[in-house]
T-cell receptor
Framework: NAGVTQTPKFQVLKTGQSMTLQCAQD?????MYWYRQDPGMGLRLIYY???????DKGEVPNGYNVSRLNKREFSLRLESAAPSQTSVYFC????????????FGPGTRLTVT | GQSLEQPSEVTAVEGAIVQINCTYQ??????LSWYQQHDGGAPTFLSY????GLEETGRFSSFLSRSDSYGYLLLQELQMKDSASYFC????????????FGAGTRLFVKA
């Protein structure tokens, strides 16, 4: 099992450009999450999907959109990137039973200039 | 709303014991989790407390007191590889699907 995979690993954007961060998990997990982590800070929830077909806002959803494409895949889109969105983005998933443990992908390091 | 507080940094020597505290404020409570993150890496799950008391997993233990809204992570026989950031986390009251993380405690282990 690959676990949670994310693409790309690194990305540099100019202000105003758009891009989609991809996330996939092969553990048959119901719930998936997108977080951002800024230097020296904890993880802040952007959006989550409790199950296939549903998405909900987290703490910091402004400037982002998400799509739960199927049970495996959950993408995060930046429509018009801003320097404030420079961060490391982590995707995570968890089962429907052990709700306390999340499995994280390796992260995408995004710089917006 | 939900909030968690933990110290920003802790320093200890190799072989010692260190305790990382976490206090939380939540409108509902589904348990306290701990995650470890090495520099440049992804967070990995360490432990979970749903009820009061101590949970032990090898060199790591975690404690919870729900009446005090307080928990801690205890690391014993510290090794250099334990140098990392440690995050406490709680699940949101709204169905428990959202998880809120603390800002993290950076642990430095010295030889």
């Amino acid at each position: 099992n690959a676990g949670v995979t994310q693409t790309p690993k690194f990305q540099v954007l100019k202000t105003g450009q758009s891009m989609t961060l991809q996330c996939a998990q092969d553990m048959n997990h119901n719930s998936m999450y997108w977080y951002r982590q800024d230097p020296g800070m904890g993880l802040r929830l952007i959006y989550y999907s409790a199950s296939e077909g549903t998405t909900d806002k987290g703490e910091v959803p402004n400037g982002y959109n998400v799509s739960r494409l199927n049970k495996r895949e959950f993408s995060l889109r930046l429509e018009s990137a801003a320097p404030s969105q420079t961060s490391v983005y982590f995707c995570a998933s968890r089962t429907g039973t052990e709700l306390y443990e999340q499995y994280f992908g390796p992260g995408t390091r995004l710089t917006v200039t | 709303g939900q909030s968690l507080e933990q110290p920003s940094e802790v320093t200890a020597v190799e072989g010692a014991i260190v305790q990382i505290n976490c206090t939380y404020q939540t409108s509902g409570f589904y348990g306290l989790s701990w995650y470890q993150q090495h520099d440049g890496g992804a967070p990995t799950f360490l432990s979970y407390n749903g009820l009061d008391g101590l949970e032990e997993t090898g060199r790591f233990s975690s404690f919870l007191s729900r009446s005090d809204s307080y928990g801690y992570l205890l690391l014993q026989e510290l090794q250099m590889k334990d140098s990392a950031s440690y995050f406490c986390a709680v699940r949101d009251h709204d169905g428990g699907f959202k998880t809120i993380f603390g800002a993290g405690t950076r642990l430095f282990v010295k030889a």
